[in-house]
């Protein structure tokens, strides 16, 4: 699967899990640029600070408490931080010691 494609499948997963539309392939390609910038001048510590803020960014509390009740919380998790394997942001064994 191709990186564009990626992205809308992703986007399109959260945002039918809330019920809205609260993200963009675009917000996510940001995102990614974002975290790539972040990793390099503040190492991962800063790349953790960094996600821990981004649910806040685009949904309410309550849709950040309905995506992690949802049953498909753990393959939208798997597939972000597949998509940040898939550009580089993290290597494959942080993205494994993430996933345990």
Do not use: C, H, W
């Amino acid at each position: 699967m191709n990186k564009s494609a990626f992205y809308r499948e992703l986007v399109q997963e959260i945002n039918q899990t809330v019920g809205r539309e609260a993200v963009t392939a675009d917000q996510l390609r940001s995102l990614v640029y974002q975290a790539k910038m972040i990793r390099q001048s503040q190492g991962l510590m800063g790349l953790l600070s960094f996600a821990n803020q981004l649910p806040s960014r685009f949904l309410t509390p309550q849709e950040v408490q309905m995506i992690q009740r949802s049953p498909r919380y753990r393959e939208l998790s798997n597939k972000t931080i597949q998509m940040l394997v898939l550009e580089g942001v993290i290597k494959p064994f942080e993205a494994n010691m993430v996933l345990r």
